[in-house]
C-alpha cells in the first residue's frame, strides 16, 4: 500500500460486488448515482489503478454531468454540476486533517449538508476525522484474481440503506 494511506480491512466491509473491466467499474458508479439524494458523503479506499477514478466517472455520467470527469489528484478538487453537485477529491498528496481548511473542506461539507451536493472523496484518510457525526458511506476496491477484477466493498455510517445493500449484494460475482 501505498505510505501514509493504509487500507480498512476488507473484513469489516460485509457487503461486496465484483466487476471485471473498467465498463463493469463505470456502470456501478452509474447504478449507484441512482440512489444518490444529495447530502451524501462517499469515501473511497483503494490502491493506485484500483478503479477509483473510473467509478467516480460513472456515479458522475448517472448523475447527469456532461464534463470531463478526470482524477483530482494534483487540483485536489474538482466540482461537477449534474442532477446533483459533486465535489470529487483526492487527498493523496494531503499528509493530515489540518490541511483540509486550506482546500475549502469545510465550504464543501456544509454544501453537502444542505443537500445540494454530494462528496466523493479519493484516498479519504484525512478527510474522516473532519466528518464528526456525519453519515457516511465507504468503498472499498481491491484488485481481484485477474488483473482486470475488481472486489468492490461497501459499508457506512449508519448502516447503508437496503437499496445499498442490494447494489453490492454480489450474488454469484460476491466478494
Same mark, same amino acid.
Given at each position: 500500500?501505498?505510505?501514509? #494511506?493504509?487500507?480498512? /480491512?476488507?473484513?469489516? @466491509?460485509?457487503?461486496?460486488?465484483?466487476?471485471? &473491466?473498467?465498463?463493469?467499474? @463505470?456502470?456501478?458508479?452509474?447504478?449507484?448515482?441512482? !440512489?444518490?439524494? &444529495?447530502?451524501?458523503?462517499?469515501?473511497? #479506499?483503494?490502491?493506485?489503478?484500483?478503479?477509483?477514478?473510473? =467509478?467516480?466517472?460513472?456515479?458522475?455520467?448517472?448523475?447527469?454531468?456532461?464534463? %470531463?470527469?478526470?482524477?483530482?489528484? @494534483?487540483?485536489?478538487?474538482?466540482?461537477? %454540476?449534474?442532477?446533483?453537485?459533486?465535489? #470529487?477529491?483526492?487527498?493523496?498528496?494531503?499528509? /493530515?486533517?489540518?490541511?483540509?481548511?486550506?482546500?475549502?473542506?469545510?465550504?464543501?461539507?456544509?454544501?453537502?449538508?444542505? &443537500?445540494?451536493?454530494?462528496?466523493?472523496?479519493?484516498?479519504? &484518510?484525512?478527510?474522516?476525522?473532519?466528518?464528526?457525526?456525519?453519515?457516511? !458511506? %465507504?468503498?472499498?476496491?481491491?484488485?481481484?484474481?485477474?488483473?482486470?477484477?475488481?472486489?468492490?466493498? !461497501?459499508?457506512?455510517?449508519?448502516?447503508?440503506?437496503?437499496?445499498?445493500?442490494?447494489? =453490492?449484494?454480489?450474488?454469484?460475482?460476491?466478494?
Amino acid at each position: 500500500m501505498e505510505p501514509g #494511506h493504509a487500507l480498512p /480491512s476488507p473484513d469489516t @466491509f460485509p457487503a461486496g460486488v465484483r466487476t471485471v &473491466g473498467p465498463a463493469a467499474t @463505470f456502470a456501478l458508479g452509474e447504478r449507484a448515482a441512482a !440512489l444518490l439524494r &444529495g447530502g451524501e458523503v462517499l469515501l473511497l #479506499h483503494g490502491g493506485l489503478g484500483a478503479g477509483k477514478t473510473c =467509478f467516480v466517472q460513472g456515479l458522475c455520467h448517472g448523475l447527469g454531468v456532461t464534463a %470531463e470527469v478526470v482524477s483530482p489528484t @494534483f487540483t485536489l478538487v474538482n466540482t461537477y %454540476e449534474g442532477r446533483l453537485r459533486v465535489h #470529487h477529491l483526492d487527498f493523496y498528496r494531503i499528509g /493530515s486533517a489540518a490541511d483540509l481548511p486550506d482546500i475549502g473542506v469545510p465550504d464543501l461539507l456544509d454544501d453537502v449538508e444542505d &443537500g445540494a451536493a454530494i462528496v466523493v472523496a479519493e484516498w479519504p &484518510g484525512p478527510l474522516v476525522s473532519a466528518l464528526g457525526a456525519l453519515p457516511c !458511506l %465507504e468503498f472499498l476496491a481491491t484488485t481481484g484474481a485477474d488483473p482486470d477484477s475488481r472486489c468492490w466493498r !461497501l459499508r457506512g455510517r449508519p448502516e447503508p440503506a437496503a437499496a445499498w445493500r442490494a447494489l =453490492f449484494d454480489g450474488g454469484e460475482g460476491a466478494c
